[in-house]
C-alpha cells in the first residue's frame, strides 16, 4: 500500500469533556487512487484529513507512507515532508490576500524541488487571464482554481481535499471536481477528498465512509462516473 493506516484514535478534550472523535480507523490507498471520505458534520472525516496531512497528531495508531512511518518523523522531517510531498486544498481557500494569483501559485512552487510550470498550469486552470489580480477581485471558484494550483503546483504524491466545493455554487462546484479528477488523471497524484455530498461518491476509486469516528463501509467503485456527469 501506498498510504496505511493502522488503528488510528483521536480524542479531543479531558476528563467529562473528552470527546473521541476517531475510534482505531484503519485504511490503505495505492498509488494514484482517488478516494472520498464521506460522512456527515462530525463523523471525523476533517480529523482524519488533518492526520493523513501531518497537521494533527493521533493519539494512537500507525501511518505509513510510501514506507515511512510518521510516527519516526522528527518534527523537522514532518514538516520537510508536508512541505516536498503534500497538497492541501481548504474549502476556505486559504491564500495570501496581498499577492496575484500567480503569486499565490509560485509559493507553492517555492516549497518543491521539482514543481511544475507556473504559466502552463495558470493556462490549465484557465487563471491565464487573470495571473495578476488579487483573490479578493475574483470569484469563489477562481480563488478555488487558485488554491488548487498553489497546491498541484508542488507535483506532490498525496492531494488532500477538505470539502473544497461546500462554498461554491453547483456549476462552481462541478468545474472544481472536474480539475481535481483531471489533476489525479494527468499527474497520478493519490487524491482524499472529504466531503459529505453523497453524489461524489460516483466519481472516486474508493469510498470510504465515516459515522461518529467509526468506518462504516470501504468500497471500490468498478464503473466510475466522470465528474462532468454527476447531479445532486
Known amino acids: 500500500m501506498y498510504l496505511e493506516l493502522n488503528d488510528i484514535c483521536k480524542s479531543f478534550g479531558s476528563g467529562e469533556t473528552l470527546v473521541q472523535v476517531l475510534h482505531d480507523v484503519s485504511l490503505g490507498l495505492e498509488k494514484g487512487e ?130 473544497p466545493t461546500g462554498a461554491l455554487d453547483y456549476n462552481t462546484s462541478k468545474d472544481i471536481l472536474k480539475l481535481i479528477e483531471e489533476v489525479n488523471q494527468k499527474y497520478r497524484s493519490t487524491v482524499v477528498l472529504v466531503t459529505h455530498n453523497d453524489a461524489l461518491k460516483d466519481m472516486a476509486d474508493r469510498v470510504i465512509r465515516l459515522k461518529d469516528g467509526h468506518i462504516l463501509s470501504d468500497t471500490r467503485n468498478e464503473t466510475k462516473i466522470p465528474a462532468a456527469d454527476l447531479e445532486w
Open 34 to 163: 482517488l478516494c472520498v471520505l464521506l460522512g456527515p458534520s462530525g463523523s471525523g472525516k476533517s480529523t482524519l484529513l488533518n492526520i493523513i496531512g501531518g497537521i494533527e497528531d493521533a493519539d494512537s495508531g500507525q501511518i505509513t507512507i510510501r514506507g515511512d512511518r510518521m510516527e519516526n518523523m522528527k518534527e523537522k522531517e514532518l514538516s520537510l515532508y508536508r512541505r516536498k510531498h503534500l497538497g492541501y486544498v481548504f474549502q476556505s481557500y486559504n491564500l495570501i490576500p496581498n499577492l496575484t494569483v500567480r503569486e499565490n501559485i509560485e509559493v507553492g512552487a517555492f516549497l518543491s524541488e521539482d514543481p511544475l510550470d507556473v504559466d502552463t498550469l495558470l493556462k490549465e486552470l484557465g487563471l491565464w487571464d487573470h495571473r495578476d489580480k488579487i483573490p479578493n477581485q475574483l470569484s469563489g471558484g477562481q480563488q478555488q482554481r487558485t488554491s488548487i494550483g498553489r497546491a498541484i503546483v508542488k507535483n506532490p504524491d498525496v492531494l488532500l481535499c477538505d470539502e
